[in-house]
């Protein structure tokens, strides 16, 4: 099956800092997506990206199917956006990454 | 829009004993949703995919006769854990689907 792999697997920042989360994909997709598990553990859905770019408020996300990776840009980082961020792959399937644990410090 | 929601959050059971949990898409149809697992640290598997009105899909390696799913309605999909063993203890997480996936908030079973 497809593999997924993330980076880095973790990672402190310093509030205000900006940061680049990547997602390496061994095959060609039509459907990525990327997430934010909250300390909860709900997964809230930030972009659905199989390819281009896309930009929410301090995040933004680009995805190069064409050399199978995608990036998640958080810039000015806030405590509140620490907790896991997974991408996922695949068609009607999704096949998650290992994800990258962010901590941001106050 | 898109809201899904899992009943209970939370459950602590006796070995031997068998769970349900509910998967429900509030505001559209889902013929197809999925459930996965979580340990700790760890990523989100695939248990199975879950068909309206059809038998579900498992994954390699996922007891069917232990997890039993049910999606009786295009709204409602059910995961029971039959006989659970302290090793089934985990985050379970639904999915389903639109045009995109849409996650449940998850259910924390302990089995003790």
């Known amino acids: 099956g497809i593999q997924v792999e993330q980076s880095p697997p973790d990672l402190i920042l310093q509030e205000g800092a900006n940061s680049t989360l990547r997602c390496n994909f061994s095959d060609s997709v039509n459907n990525l997506q990327w997430f934010h598990q909250n300390p909860w553990g709900q997964l809230i859905n930030l972009f659905y990206?199989?390819?281009g770019t896309k930009q929410n408020g301090r995040l933004s996300a680009t995805t190069v199917a064409t050399e199978r990776y995608s990036l998640l840009y958080i810039s000015s980082s806030q405590t509140t956006d620490s907790g896991v961020y997974f991408c996922a792959v695949g068609g009607n399937m999704l096949t998650f990454g290992g994800g990258t644990r962010l901590m941001v410090k106050p | 829009g898109a809201v899904v929601s899992q009943h209970p959050s939370w459950v602590i059971c006796k070995s031997g004993t068998s769970v349900k949990i509910e998967c429900r898409s509030l505001?559209?149809?889902?013929?197809?949703m999925f459930w996965y697992r979580q340990f700790p640290k760890q990523s989100l598997m695939l248990m199975a995919t879950?068909?309206?009105?059809?038998?579900?899909?498992?994954e390699q390696g996922v007891e069917k006769d232990k997890f039993l799913i049910n999606h009786a309605s295009l709204t409602l999909s059910t995961l029971t854990v039959t006989s659970a063993h302290p090793e089934d203890s985990s985050f379970y997480i639904c999915?389903?689907?639109?045009?995109?996936?849409?996650f449940g908030p998850g259910t924390r079973l302990l089995v003790l």
């Open positions: 505001d559209f149809q889902a013929t197809t």
């Open positions: 999915s389903a689907r639109r045009e995109t996936q849409y």
């Open positions: 990206i199989p390819s």
């Open positions: 879950s068909n309206e009105g059809s038998k579900a899909t498992y």
